[in-house]
């Protein structure tokens, strides 16, 4: 690779090239961090995911890391449990928030090989263990990080304001938003999803260990239960007990329309797209005195088949008109599927990956749960266009309400030899 300056003459990191940069930021090499070359793809990681297998190996699964044409955790197809982790940055200079990015990249491409990121029991009285070591012997676990850049990293501190993402800035409010602020935003976030839990919250502990000195954690959501759980459970349920994503989109063509960017006049996030995360609040307790056929109308779905209520399959497509013999719409025009749909929004679609979480329960004896709803898209007005309906309209509002908000740029995944986001600093 050419050894390029990095960041052009920028005063903050003067005389460093992309490569030594890389290579020597914090010590990497010296410190066990090092990058192995064309990890992942090259180097034979990658397995196959097995689907509705319960024999599966998830301990094996190894996505590919360096020079995809996208991050993972976006399309891989969905883990069974994510930590995500938003941050402020404290760093004085673009030159800090490069090194840890860079030391992140290495980290990650570690982690999601099954690797520690260190000797988790170096030699020596006065050692201290770079890895943590909770994950050792737990296996890739499927582990993706996703690696995303808040609208806070483009103000005035870091003197990229002029390498903004055009459509990155803060969500505006919302209809129904009862947002509390130690739960929105953040200057960057990471999203660690695997099929054990505990490899998916080492990968978010020992990422935030890099961080200090440079970021402070924000705010935090623990998920779980989105893969389906075994093969009688093609789709997962959310705490509502209802299957959630059967019409998620799924196939490249509409990841290509509707997800991914190109052609951009920040050409650093070609490949990219955004993310949207609502901590989105549920009254439980309320919910479960509903009955069920009210429950179905909410949703416009039934609630063991998840068939639209026009028809008896999961997967069949709803009709929208079909009207009943008194006059009215079948699935109602207020319930969620009807807000939502493509059909009824102009076509617009996004890709949902989210997850349950709860926290135990509140003051009062509640239970303290709801669902992280992560969306990829690549133009955030269009989960503002849903939105806005579905927090007019949406019969769920009564048993929801959306606490957490945080919009992000998620960049393109990282070449070998490289970092996230590098191109930003050109
Ligand atoms: C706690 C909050 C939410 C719950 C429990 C929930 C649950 C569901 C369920 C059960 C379905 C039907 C199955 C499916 O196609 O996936 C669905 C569909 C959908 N939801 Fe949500 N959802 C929530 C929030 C949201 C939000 C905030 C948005 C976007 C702003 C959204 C967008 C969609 C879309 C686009 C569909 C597909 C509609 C269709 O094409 O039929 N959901 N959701």
Redesign the pocket.
């Known amino acids: 690779m050419a050894d390029e300056t990095i960041a052009g003459g920028d005063e903050e990191s003067p005389g460093l090239s992309r490569r030594g940069f890389f290579l020597g930021a914090g010590g990497l090499a010296a410190s066990g961090l090092i990058v192995g070359g064309a990890a992942g793809a090259a180097g034979g990681f990658a397995l196959a995911r097995a689907t509705g297998s319960e024999t599966a190996a998830t301990a094996d699964i190894v996505y590919p890391y360096f020079d995809q044409a996208h991050q993972g955790g976006i399309q891989t197809e969905p883990q069974k449990y994510s930590v995500l982790m938003t941050y402020d940055l404290t760093a004085s200079s673009r030159g800090e928030v490069q090194v840890l990015l860079a030391r992140w990249t290495a980290a990650i491409a570690q982690m999601t090989k099954g690797q520690p990121i260190g000797n988790p029991a170096p030699p020596g009285p006065e050692a201290v263990a770079q890895d943590s070591g909770e994950a050792l012997d737990l296996g890739a676990q499927g582990l993706t990080v996703t690696v995303g850049l808040g609208p806070g990293l483009f103000d005035s501190r870091f003197g990229l304001a002029s390498k903004k993402p055009g459509l990155l800035k803060q969500l505006p409010h919302l209809p129904s938003d009862q947002l509390q602020k130690e739960f929105t935003g953040g200057d960057l976030c990471l999203s660690a999803c695997a099929d054990d839990p505990q490899v998916a919250y080492h990968a978010i502990r020992n990422l935030s260990r890099m961080a200090r000195g440079t970021a402070t954690t924000r705010w935090t959501v623990t998920g779980f239960g989105r893969a389906s759980a075994g093969p009688s459970q093609q789709?997962p349920r959310?705490l509502?007990g209802?299957?959630?994503?059967?019409?998620?989109i799924v196939s490249d063509a509409d990841f290509d329309r509707w997800v991914w960017l190109k052609n951009q006049r920040q050409s650093w996030m070609n490949g990219g797209t955004y993310l949207v995360a609502?901590k989105?609040h549920?009254n439980i307790e309320t919910w479960d005195t509903d009955r069920i056929s009210d429950q179905e109308q909410v949703?416009g779905?039934t609630k063991l088949e998840?068939a639209?209520l026009t028809g008896h399959g999961e997967f069949d497509a709803?009709d929208f008109s079909k009207k009943s013999a008194a006059g009215d719409p079948i699935i109602p025009a207020t319930s969620?599927?009807a807000l939502?749909?493509?059909?009824n929004n102009g076509g617009i679609?996004?890709h949902?990956r989210?997850y349950n979480y709860t926290e135990g329960i509140d003051g009062v004896g509640q239970i303290d749960a709801?669902?992280l709803?992560v969306?990829f898209m690549n133009d955030p007005d269009h989960?503002i266009r849903?939105?806005t309906k579905?927090g007019s309209s949406d019969r769920?509002n009564e048993y929801?309400k959306?606490i957490g908000s945080a919009l992000f740029a998620v960049p393109r995944g990282p070449r070998t030899g490289s970092y996230i986001a590098a191109e930003l600093f050109d």
């Open positions: 789709t959310n509502l209802f299957k959630d994503g059967t019409r998620n609502r989105i549920q949703f779905r998840g639209p709803p969620h599927v939502a749909a493509h059909e679609k996004i949902r989210s709801g669902l709803f969306a989960f849903l939105q579905l769920l929801i959306h």
